[in-house]
């Protein structure tokens, strides 16, 4: 049946613009995607990928240019079934109903029904068994249809899901990041499903951070960056470095034998020697987390010192500031303050023991919106501040406590008196910084601490960590923006949980770290690899990290 | 990184841009007042309370029933010359209020932490019933064991205790549904309560006992003291204490709470068990003035709908982290007027719930109205 649109490509982007405020996400995008070809589509978090996706998919509109299905143009939006038969997604993060069975999730929304009165057409369950068996065995998987898919596995869900992109009928299917959740086996498994798929003529766009997957599975590959289309060839031809300097852009070229010595090529050796007399050790630390998990992760902070431990958002990094904070609990391993051991998964303690902790979502554990600032700021302090006033705790000394720090970041507000709910994202932040800098902790652990504040704030919040270094305080900085780590005086990268790769700090005027090897290592181009080999390579690249960005922190 | 670079500039831009108007005041600081038109003065008055700073939005709030007590005060002296004396009003209305009024306390500390607790009523019947049968006499329908009455009320306030630990572990620590938990246990502890005294209900209860519940000082109960003084010292720990404010923080917050280093499950447990104190010392409050328990007392009169009317109706959110004591002593004494205004009126006894909850609604949309979006929710 796809022999006849052979020739036409199976859906294709004619000129997309799409805009969110005084965003531009999407500048006249043309892509074309043939049937029975794998297309793998790549760029950094915010280059536009998702927008393309939605838009792909039926879920946004365009704001110019549209989509083409075999030619013809798409349905209108909002007409989802119509959207459904054409093209399937796949999402990143499991979209099965966990309380239905296998054949029903395969044919979610769009149950076969018996005939009837209008408003009373049964379902014809029979039919739906026997259509979800029939494609479940056509394709090999070998999952029982009447099976609640509660107890399935992440990779059954996965299929699942590709069965029902294939029983609606559509012949193009998005995959979105279809790795992030799998085990190793696993990705080879899947690989061997989309080589299936395409070879019965499915269009296949696959949507990933990991670019080894991208050269493994993809013919050809497309690369977006700040919403344009900046390269587009058959993956054979292309070699790595291209690819990564397509997703970083155009910069200066610098001298390769200073890149050179900004790489810490002996970083986990000379940890090893230091171990003695570190203020942090995390030591073979594992967990499952929603967060991301981790595998035998370890590393050191000293008095004074700034480590940046960077990857994607559920590259662990995140669950590994948690738990170091104490807000998660770890399976396996330890982490030791200074040497003795802080009690797993218990935030209280982890506090009192000197760990200040800048959470990720501010709004979920950063402050209580309606309660004022003063109370906010000196939550971490009630109980010095309440053995201070003899057991009370009045309004007015909690603003006299709060007033310095307030003041030092610069939170704008009518008064500290004021609801938290009621000020910027920016001061929001500003309030959970000071929160965790007011007990002068001995370490600071922030998780992404400047997304969503505008750069004045950045720069200050960044400002405030390096600030607390100088005082002696350790500062852990858990990201997954490659701009915080710029003070860091090392960086831990971590992928899928592991680490991939150390840097230090380089010393001179330079950039403090190679920008392109950073992202090179923190997209798994090098991972997941032995610790003895996990040095990121230090190949020949024609680009140099970009100089333009600090001198934006100026600006 | 001409993508970082071009987000910076377009963030420097706008960033510069804001942060002069940041620190000329609040977001909403010129916001014009609302729209006009139809429901344009009550979101004039939701925005004026914005404004004001949070100690004074929420007396505000919690003031807002004052003109509905003022209003059944007016209706209450037209309709009988008896209602407006010190009688009536302190000794009468007084003694009636205290026992709902220090279960309110109780219930009021737990919707603050975002909880709920339909057990109350069932330990306010309970707890006095177990002690009053462990020390009347046989003849009174007590167990024979005949302790003292001081005895009786330290059991009394440990079955209270006993209570909310077990609703605060099966709450906290088991993460059981904290309805389905409270809605059991209000059950099983009506029917002990009935069980144990197969239905009869123990008299004769030792001054000591009922002392609390039918004593006078001058003309004073001293259930309405005491009561007064929990509300206060409530208030006041509310207020001025750290685990005070803790339990705005966990109402508020339960993650942010945790992330700022609260003990947020040991503080919740404290509180289901402080709550409980509360309803078996309201239990005791009852007991005594009427110089007996019944086996109706708490359960079977359905006082905790009663309880929690009180409690939103003097702006104690559902929702947690917002109300005071203010507000729930005013929601305690609007409610015992009504009751006291009813009785007066000599409203036939058919009619009197009808009566009782049409009030509630009136009072609960009239305080929506005057404290603006954020109370009696």
Known sequence: MTAARTGTAAVEAVGIHKSFGPTHALRGIDLALEPGRCLGLVGRNGAGKSTLVSILSGLLAADAGGVRFGGEPAPPAGAVHAWRERIATVHQHSMVVPDLTVAENVFLGRLRQRRGAPGWRPVAWRAVRAEARRTLADWGLDIDADAPCRGLTVEQRQLVEIARAVASGSRCLLLDEPTAALEHDAVGRLFERVRQLTASGVAVLYISHHLEEVFEICDEVAVLRDGSLVLSAPAGELSRERLVAAMVGPVPVREIDERLSQLDLSGARAEEAATAGHLLEVRDLAAESPHGALHEVSLQVAAGEQVGVVGLISSGVVTLGRIVAGADRADAGAVLLAGRALKNGRRDAALRAGVGYIPEDRRAEGFVGLLSIAENVTMTVADRLARAGRGVLAPRALERAAAPLAGALSVAAASLKQPVAELSGGNQQKVTVARALIRDPKLVVAVTPTRGVDVASKELLLGALRAAAERGAGVLLATDDLDDIEHCDRVVVLVRGRVAARFRRAGGSGAPFDREALIAATEGLDAPQPREQAQPHPREQPQGPDELDREDGRA | ?377
């Open chain 2, 1 to 377: 990184m001409s993508e970082t670079k071009s987000e910076h500039r377009a963030d420097s831009a706008s960033g510069a841009a804001a942060i002069p108007g940041d620190r000329g005041g609040p977001a909403n600081s010129n916001d014009p007042g609302g729209p006009s038109g139809p429901g344009g003065l009550f979101a004039r008055i939701g925005a004026r309370t914005a404004q004001r700073s949070p100690a004074a939005v929420s007396w505000f709030r919690q003031a807002a029933l004052l003109p509905v007590l003022v209003v059944i005060l007016v209706v209450g002296a037209l309709q009988s010359s008896a209602f407006f004396t010190v009688n009536n009003l302190v000794s009468g209305v007084g003694q009636q209020v205290s026992a709902l009024g220090v279960t309110v306390v109780g219930e009021s500390l737990i919707l603050l932490i975002g909880g709920m607790d339909l057990s109350l009523e069932s330990t306010y019947g309970l707890a006095p019933m177990i002690a009053a049968w462990l020390i009347v006499p046989k003849l009174a329908f007590g167990s024979g064991a005949m302790l003292s009455p001081y005895l009786g009320i330290l059991i009394l306030l440990a079955i209270g205790a006993a209570v909310g630990l077990v609703n605060g572990l099966l709450i906290v620590k088991v993460r059981l549904n904290g309805f389905i938990v409270t809605l059991g246990m209000t059950v099983l502890l009506a029917g002990v309560q009935n069980g144990v005294v197969h239905g009869q209900s123990p008299y004769e209860l030792p001054s000591a006992f009922s002392y609390l519940g039918n004593a006078f000082v001058g003309q004073v109960p001293v259930s309405l003291l005491v009561a007064g003084a929990i509300f206060v010292l409530t208030g006041v720990f509310l207020r001025y204490h750290r685990v005070g404010r803790s339990i705005y923080a966990i109402g508020g917050n339960p993650e942010a709470a945790r992330a700022a280093g609260i003990k947020v499950d040991r503080v919740k447990i404290g509180v289901y068990v402080a709550g409980s104190v509360f309803a078996a010392l309201g239990g005791l409050m009852e007991a005594g003035k009427v110089s007996s328990v019944t086996v109706q007392q708490g359960y079977q009169e359905g006082i905790i709908f009663t309880v929690f009317a009180a409690a939103v109706i003097g702006g104690v959110s559902l929702r947690g982290g917002r109300g005071g004591m203010v507000g729930a002593a005013s929601g305690v004494i609007l409610l015992g007027l009504v009751q006291n205004v009813i009785d007066l009126a000599q409203v036939s006894n058919y009619w009197q719930l009808a009566i009782s909850g049409t009030v509630i609604l009136f009072a609960l949309a009239l305080a929506r109205v005057v404290g603006g979006e954020a109370s009696a929710d």
